[in-house]
């Protein structure tokens, strides 16, 4: 199982980032530093358990993400290919001055338990229920964009490079492509951003 990042892939990203009409771009450095994000969106498990990666260090930073987290039930399958959502009031400098920005940072529970992935159904499950949160989450925010269409922008949503590939072990190619799937023709409300802590 391949989980090595693919350097074509990035390439083409970074390549393309500038133009007005791309639906992505790349950067390196730490998810939680990126203060024009909307939303940062990480993967869970359905056992309020965030002890590594990303989890880990979003829970520590803003404790909401895991009390949104523990109000969902404990060990339930059917929040599989959901998602809970923290909302956080961050302070951001803009043109000079401290403004209020709101980040969302998205819980996807699509990993059931803890840990590794052990078998290839258990992952084959878990981008199923990637792809049905990232769906929810697309349709949530062009509802959100419609409802605010004065504020005519586009909505920054920041994905870890590697989600679900670095302790649970999908393949980072595959998840690229589910992503990029998704998100294609929305790139006029949403800009992914993949941020790459390496």
């Keep these: 199982m391949m989980t090595g990042l693919d350097e074509q892939t990035k390439g083409a990203i970074i390549d ?43 829970s520590k930073t803003w404790p909401k993400v895991y009390e949104v987290d523990n109000e969902t039930v404990y060990g339930s399958k059917d929040k599989m290919g959901t998602y809970s959502a923290a909302n956080i009031k961050r302070p951001v400098e803009l043109n000079g001055e401290i403004v209020e920005h709101d980040l969302n940072v998205i819980n996807i529970y699509s990993q059931y338990e803890p840990g590794m992935a052990v078998t290839n159904e258990e992952i084959e499950f878990s981008k199923e229920c990637l792809k049905k949160a990232f769906i929810q989450l697309r349709e949530d925010i062009i509802t959100r964009a419609e409802s605010c269409i004065l504020e005519n922008r586009k909505y920054l949503v920041g ?28 790139a006029h409300v949403i800009r992914i951003v993949f941020v790459d802590y390496n």
């Design 16 to 58: 393309h980032q500038n133009d007005a009409d791309y639906w992505m771009e790349y950067r390196q450095g730490n998810i939680l530093n990126e203060f024009d994000l909307d939303y940062i969106v990480h993967q869970c498990n359905c056992f309020h358990c965030m002890g590594g990666g990303v989890a880990y260090a979003l």
């Design 159 to 186: 994905i870890p490079w590697m989600i679900g590939c670095g302790i649970y072990g999908m393949n980072v190619n595959e998840i690229f492509e589910l992503i990029r799937n998704l998100f294609y023709d929305y």
